[in-house]
């Protein structure tokens, strides 16, 4: 018996960005997004994890359509729309939706909670406005607020209180996929528990799929069935999350995952070496493997050869010439 389809599929998908020279464009491009390709199974929470610049927002913005690729392939539900009209894209915004990062940029302040949440029920004429209030009540409630705040303006709610009012704003058109985007990054540690937990609860509820999108490898490994490790616009590594915690393959993302701080001190003595370095610029990738500048296993291979993304066994998958086997 076949495996299912996935629900979102990405194949060699590229998003470059002219560069601005004065009143003009130069030639340059920034490669903010190289040649990706991953799918997400129903119901999968995948976590992509990188530092900043790597291009995890951009392909975010770029799998919902807020962004039009530059190239490659897009797959939703077996349909690509990487390069469909606004008309077009209409009805799968009901079925896509996006959680921000920032819960105090993400919501208009001199809205209140109300109309945030039901914007999307009105713009897709959804229901009657009776309805549409009892939804949004609902809606609230669901996401561990008052129904009573649905007359408050946003400008007047917490960090938290926030977030979760752009959580029901995502879930009011019923999605099947939700983009995460640094969902818990701008919040205080007691409170990023409870939305993860929230979240957490929701997938289990309504069957949604997540990519969630994160800098903190301590997060992703939270929320994630299996974790894709980008750099520099490129995908270095994917795998199940038990086994990547275990024994991550690529030097970058056990760079990454040495990092975490460990509450046990004989632990953290016997680290290697932090990451060190800059990340070199997406309008010059340097040849070879992107991550050889930084990469204290770097050989003449790696400087010349851009190592692919291919098989490791058990699911996995690594761009790198000298893996970690160990």
């Known amino acids: 018996m076949s495996a299912p389809a996935p629900l979102v599929a990405l194949d060699r998908l590229v998003k470059h960005f002219p560069v601005r020279m004065g009143l003009g464009f130069s030639r340059a491009q920034v490669h903010a997004v190289d040649d990706v390709s991953f799918t997400i199974a129903r119901g999968e929470t995948l976590g992509l994890v990188g530092e900043s610049g790597c291009g995890k927002s951009t392909l975010a913005r770029c799998i919902v359509r807020l962004m039009e690729p530059t190239g490659g392939a897009l797959r939703f539900d077996g349909a690509d729309i990487a390069h469909l009209g606004t008309r077009a894209l209409r009805p799968l915004r ?5 959680i921000f990062q920032d819960p105090m940029a993400s919501l208009n302040p001199r809205k209140t909670v109300g109309e945030i949440v039901g914007d999307g029920l009105a713009i897709h004429g959804i229901g009657t406005p009776a309805e549409r209030r009892r939804k949004v009540d609902d809606l609230i409630a669901r996401v561990g607020l008052s129904p009573d705040m649905a007359g408050r303006l946003a400008g007047a709610l917490s960090g938290g209180q926030r977030q979760r009012i752009g959580i029901a704003r995502a879930l009011a058109l019923g999605p099947e996929f939700i983009v995460a985007d640094e969902p818990v990054s701008a919040l205080d540690v ?6 993860l937990n929230l979240l957490k609860d929701l997938q289990v509820e309504f069957g949604i799929t997540y990519l969630f ?10 929320v994630s069935d299996r974790v894709g490790v980008m750099y520099l616009g490129r995908l270095v590594e994917l795998a199940p999350a038990e086994a990547f915690y275990a024994r991550p393959l690529h030097r970058y993302s056990q760079a990454l995952l040495e990092a975490i701080a460990v509450p046990d001190p004989d632990r953290a003595t016997r680290r290697r070496a932090p990451l060190t370095g800059d990340v070199p610029s997406p309008i010059a990738p340097p040849p070879g493997c992107r991550f050889h500048p930084r990469c204290r296993y770097a050989t003449d291979i790696c400087r010349s050869e851009e190592p692919p993304l291919r ?12 893996p970690n086997e160990a």
């Open 311 to 322: 098989e490791a066994g058990q699911g996995r998958l690594v761009a790198c010439h000298h």
């Open 213 to 222: 999108i994160s800098h903190d490898l301590g997060v992703i490994r939270q």
């Open 190 to 195: 007691s409170v990023q528990a409870d939305i």
């Open 94 to 98: 009901r079925r896509m939706q996006m």
